[in-house]
């Protein structure tokens, strides 16, 4: 088994845990390297403190799971067959007494749920995220090679995007040329929709790309990630189209500052409320912290969101290893929205920035 399988076991081992029942496709993938969207099938990696582990997923997809190089039992079933008694019959198989079962709380639903505890009606049910989040949460060497690559490409989005605005173009008109770009490159998901805003649209920290057309004097604010083998990349670049006015300015310079000085506070040893309150500190003193209105940033991998936030109230301690957006805004309603954003690998010595393009104010005439 590999290694992160063993320290799951090791985990359960200590907390007394006969039964693990993971169902995300994130920690699926993440466990055992096998990755599918099974939509309203069932999925489940069922791991012991011992005993050989076992994946269930849908029968079509046996193949594919032994591809990914799952060496270990597959049960597959059909769309007309009842695959909690083929897992009741492994799980017995291998143990006769369940006490305790770790699930993902936050991601099974109630049908399932129950459908389990009949399996085990007297098994206490304890969460398994908190344990999963945090073996997530330090990247190895394989995972930040794939992460530096998406970022990469992400960089390039970023370029591409730049050079097709022009005035008249829709939102819509340059979020195509992008991602049309990125499948030229080969990329087949981003890591969420992509965001293209421009003017006062950019004031909406989640905005939606539309009709909106370009004219001289905007900011146009790019938000976007690209996923390789599985792994996420997050960028956002405020660029400018033409002059733009002294307070847009203002706003920009501020945001760069403080992600500048957020990006010099990541190092080992920090808290991450520390992290976010250096660039919240900064964009209130220049009397913008209403228009801050989210966190500093958020852990990256398998998902674009995961551990650790950075929030101005987490204690957690930074750790070399982990990999996390920094990603201050300031957005001003009918005035202007700006936002900088990176993705940072922390090694013993503080941040190392992984996405590259140019965080100086850019004016494209």
């Not at 969420?192 to 989640?206: D, E, K």
Request: proline letters at 4%; a negative charge.
């Amino acid at each position: 088994m590999n290694d992160r399988l063993h320290k799951l076991q090791d985990w359960m081992k200590e907390e007394n845990i006969e039964v693990s029942f993971i169902t995300s496709t994130e920690n699926v993938f993440y466990l055992s390297g096998f990755y599918t969207t099974p939509h309203e099938r069932l999925l489940a990696l069922v791991v012991f403190q011992e005993e050989e582990p076992f994946l269930v997923c849908p029968g079509m997809e046996i193949h594919d799971a032994k591809r990914s190089g799952w060496a270990h039992e597959i049960i597959g079933f059909s769309d007309i067959d009842q695959p909690w008694d083929l897992i009741m019959r492994a799980i017995k198989n291998r143990i006769k007494v369940v006490n305790k079962v770790s699930i993902e709380k936050e991601h099974m639903n109630v049908e399932r749920y129950e459908q389990l505890s009949r399996l085990f009606p007297q098994a206490v049910s304890v969460s398994a995220e908190e344990k999963l989040r945090t073996l997530r949460m330090i990247k190895d060497e394989k995972e930040l090679k794939i992460i530096e690559e998406a970022c990469a490409l992400a960089d390039y989005a970023i370029e591409v995007g730049c050079s097709e605005i022009t005035e008249g173009k829709t939102e819509l008109d340059i979020l195509n040329a992008v991602e049309f770009a990125l499948k030229k490159k080969g990329v087949t998901e981003m890591s969420f929709s992509t965001m293209v805003l421009t003017g006062v649209n950019a004031a909406s920290p989640h905005g939606n790309p539309g009709q909106t057309k370009i004219k001289k004097g905007d900011l146009v604010l790019f938000d976007l990630g690209v996923v390789v083998d599985r792994y996420c990349s997050d960028i956002t670049r405020t660029v400018a189209y033409g002059d733009i006015n002294d307070k847009q300015k203002e706003i920009y310079d501020t945001v760069l500052k403080a992600q500048l000085a957020a990006i010099e506070a990541s190092v080992p040893g920090a808290a991450a409320a520390e992290v976010d309150q250096t660039a919240r500190k900064i964009i209130s003193d220049a009397g913008y912290g209403e228009y801050f209105p989210h966190r500093l940033g958020h852990g990256l991998g398998i998902s674009v969101h995961e551990y650790p936030s950075l929030t101005e109230t987490n204690p957690l301690v930074i750790e070399a290893g982990m990999v996390y957006t920094i990603e201050p805004g300031i957005y001003v309603p009918e005035v202007a929205g700006v936002r900088i954003e990176d993705d940072v690998f922390i090694t013993g010595d503080g941040a190392k920035v992984l996405t590259k393009f140019p965080k100086e104010l850019t004016i494209i005439r």
